[in-house]
Nanobody, 121 residues
Framework: QVQLVESGGDSVQAGGSLKLSCVLS???????????KGWYRRAPGKERGMVST???????KYAESVKGRFSISQEIVKQMVYLQMNSLKEEDTAIYYC????????????WGQGIQVTVSS
């Protein structure tokens, strides 16, 4: 099992920026079997959805709604994954979750507790 802890959530004005961080911890074996890390979010009244993911080889994916504004990155040695969020919009307001998927797992199976990001006009 891998533990994930998010940080960096805050309240910002529209057009502003935030950087979320997530640290992974667990046994070396558990960490070694993580093939993909990512960020998901749950906006008020909506289901949780993918924001961005990054593979071990740094290949990335983004939701259409955040392309060009958000950037995911990682520091594997430090077991960190980041989400740089620029040009924030009110609709980016959500609880953001850090997640990790084990190699061979069809879905993300390790989740952080979530962190609030609020964007106001």
């Amino acid at each position: 099992q891998v533990q994930l802890v998010e940080s960096g959530g805050d309240s910002v004005q529209a057009g502003g920026s935030l950087k979320l961080s997530c640290v992974l911890s667990g046994s070396s074996t558990s960490i070694a079997y993580i093939g993909e890390k990512g960020w998901y979010r749950r906006a008020p009244g909506k289901e949780r959805g993918m924001v961005s993911t990054i593979y071990s080889d740094d290949m990335t994916k983004y939701a259409e709604s955040v392309k060009g504004r958000f950037s995911i990155s990682q520091e594997i040695v430090k077991q960190m994954v980041y989400l740089q969020m620029n040009s924030l919009k009110e609709e980016d307001t959500a609880i953001y979750y850090c997640a990790a998927r084990r190699c061979g797992s069809p879905s993300f199976d390790n989740w952080g507790q979530g962190i609030q990001v609020t964007v106001s006009s």
